[in-house]
């Protein structure tokens, strides 16, 4: 029930290509899913989040779709820069602490 | 502020022997979570405080772990006997109730 799956486990894409990283949970009770941005040496940083009473959120280049009914999200990169080559981790949790549930992340590469 | 301050950053014992990590939370953060990355199992919570007190430790993974916080702007992650196993990046990371969690550089523990 804590589940959240994370697919695929690396990517590479060329610089200006579209790299989708998908994401599912089984636990309804989640309420908050935020997407992390790992690079090596450092910890993870928030890059965006979204709530489930929206299907979509939009942020410079990066945008999350949402799917309630299947219980799935999942993120994109616009126009994806080799800068943008890091590890991405979906997570989800719920209620007032915001405990974190990860899925096990996705290596991206975008090559120059 | 200098965001989640975590020490040491890079920690080789030996097996058998006493490991500390402190980690001092962003000031005003009323959460501190104690998270563990690991190659197999990715990034998992270990323990989570509100207001300075322990709410969820089910994560520490045997009686060898313990953690505190005597005050909001302190807290330790302690392993007695540390064994190879242990080894990982260990996070803290801080927010305030009902947002986003903000990451530290981590602790790279390798117990030889």
């Known amino acids: 029930q804590q589940q959240v799956k994370q697919s695929p486990q690396s990517l590479i894409v060329q610089k200006g290509g579209i790299p989708i990283i998908n994401c599912a949970y089984e636990?309804?009770?989640?309420?908050?899913f935020p997407w992390y941005q790992q690079f090596p040496g450092k910890g993870p940083a928030l890059l965006i989040a979204i709530r489930p009473d929206v299907s979509e959120k939009k942020e410079g280049r990066f945008t999350i779709s949402f799917n309630k009914s299947a219980k799935q999200f999942s993120l994109h990169i616009m126009d994806s820069q080799p800068g943008d080559s890091a590890t991405y981790f979906c997570a989800a949790s719920r209620g007032s602490a915001r405990q974190l549930t990860f899925g096990s992340g996705t290596q991206l590469t975008v090559l120059p | 502020d200098a965001g989640v301050i975590q020490s040491p950053r890079h920690e080789v014992t030996e097996m058998g022997q006493e490991v500390t990590l402190r980690c001092k939370p962003i000031?005003?953060?009323?959460?501190l979570f104690w998270y563990r990355q690991t190659m197999m199992r990715g990034l998992e919570l270990l323990i989570y405080?509100?207001?300075?007190?322990?709410?969820?430790d089910s994560g520490m993974p045997e009686d060898r772990f313990s953690a505190k916080m005597p005050n909001a702007s302190f807290s330790t992650l302690k392993i007695q006997p540390s064994e190879p196993r242990d080894s990982a990046v260990y996070f803290c990371a801080s927010s305030w109730s009902r947002g986003d969690a903000f990451f530290g550089q981590g602790t790279r523990l390798t117990v030889v």
């Open positions: 000031s005003g953060h009323d959460y």
């Open positions: 405080f509100n207001n300075n007190v322990p709410i969820d």
């Open positions: 636990n309804t009770a989640f309420d908050y």
